[in-house]
């Protein structure tokens, strides 16, 4: 079957500069390993598969795969395909457009200033890792659970 892709020269305003990224726009039917074999016949550092996103808020799924594995995150395929995405989307418009691509790492809010169709600025908010909530330490009531004294458990060292 026939895939619609393009290769983007990322970080350039040149062609054949910058970092290379095909970006397949139909994946959504490709398994893991299909998806893992078109990578590494590109053989470009990254390749990225579009899919439709799992929440309607999103624009889009991304799998980010390398030739030698799938990736939960990376910077490059990110605004590349956020780049893409908009160019292929708006056409030869001008303006300034927000969107959220869903990736494995979690939501990543992507902007594009598109110039005449084409991004003369891009930019991505770098997920964040979750956070265990931090609680203060209870000394008495773990002592208490051990049946010792606070002093008996060297909570000081």
Do not use: W
Not at 11 to 27: E, S
Not at 85 to 102: P, S
Not at 114 to 119: H, P, T
Not at 120 to 128: G, M, Q, T, V, W
């Amino acid at each position: 079957m026939a895939r619609s892709y393009s290769v983007y020269d990322v970080f350039t305003d040149r062609k054949l500069a910058g970092n290379p990224l095909a970006v397949i726009f139909d994946g959504d039917d490709l398994s893991d390993e299909a998806m893992q074999a078109i990578t590494r016949e590109l053989n470009l550092s990254e390749t990225v598969f579009v899919q439709p996103s799992t929440n309607p808020a999103y624009a889009a799924k991304l799998r980010i795969f390398t030739p030698g594995r799938e990736l939960p995150f990376a910077g490059h395929p990110t605004v590349g395909t956020a780049v893409a995405l908009a160019e292929r989307t708006h056409g030869a418009t001008t303006r300034d457009l927000v969107t959220v691509l869903e990736e494995n790492v979690g939501p990543v809010r992507c902007a594009v200033r598109l110039r005449e169709g084409e991004a003369s600025f891009a930019e991505f908010d770098l997920p964040r890792k979750s956070q265990q909530a931090v609680m203060p330490l209870d000394k008495l009531g773990i002592a208490d659970a051990l049946s010792l004294k606070v002093s008996e458990i060297g909570f000081e060292n």
